[in-house]
T-cell receptor, first 114, second 113 residues
């Protein structure tokens, strides 16, 4: 059972455009939602994260929008650059528990074209 | 300096063999993980250790056995390798809680032939 559903599977955006990746979760006990970025041949790296008590978090060109009632959150990349081309994973966890773990979405391969 | 290092980076082996993957972190983190990334890039947790104690053991075949000699090391031993074990295995570490982020290694690409 996929607890965190991510879409689209792949995305092509022109340089300077806005990239949007969406995720939906089922477990209302999740209380921490990070996004990870993975380049080929590398491990995922934390990009930005949000807690459900806020509806938006912005760090530079990256913004997470969070809709608690809909159980959805999304990543927006403004002014997308070729260097942003990577695979992006949303994730969720139940924080502050001894057996906490990150449950990842299925990933989105983002390609920024000139 | 590499924060989470895994060896080897590539591993090609025949079915039925036994192999090990080593992981070391120099971040002083107290929790380490093994994740498996399949051919479709799906990341799934296998194990986690906190201060050498096994915390999470997902539904992983008994052929997979993690070992943590100290909190800076978490190794993965796989017995009787099968074709379906082919994947990229990632080691990660964190300090106490996921909110500080996982630091992943660069992965070990295991190919079973």
């Amino acid at each position: 059972q996929q607890q965190v559903k991510q879409s689209p599977q792949s995305l092509i955006v022109q340089k300077g455009g806005i990239s949007i990746i969406n995720c939906a979760y089922e477990n209302t006990a999740f209380d921490y939602f990070p996004w990870y970025q993975q380049f080929p041949g590398k491990g995922p790296a934390l990009l930005i994260a949000i807690r459900p008590d806020v509806s938006e978090k912005k760090e530079g060109r990256f913004t997470i929008s969070f809709n608690k009632s809909a159980k959805q959150f999304s990543l927006h990349i403004m002014d997308s650059q070729p260097g942003d081309s990577a695979t992006y994973f949303c994730a969720a966890s139940m924080n502050n528990r001894r057996n906490e773990k990150l449950t990842f979405g299925t990933g989105t391969r983002l390609t920024i074209i000139p | 300096d590499t924060a989470v290092s895994q060896t080897p980076k590539y591993l090609v082996t025949q079915m039925g063999n036994d192999k090990s993957i080593k992981c070391e972190q120099n971040l002083g983190h107290d929790t380490m993980y093994w994740y498996k990334q399949d051919s479709k890039k799906f990341l799934k947790i296998m194990f986690s250790y906190n201060n050498k104690e096994l915390i999470i053991n997902e539904t992983v075949p008994n052929r997979f056995s993690p070992k943590s000699p100290d909190k800076a090391h978490l190794n993965l031993h796989i017995n009787s390798l099968e074709l379906g074990d082919s994947a990229v295995y990632f080691c990660a570490s964190s300090q106490g809680t996921v909110v500080y982020g996982y630091t992943f290694g660069s992965g070990t690409r295991l190919t079973v032939v």
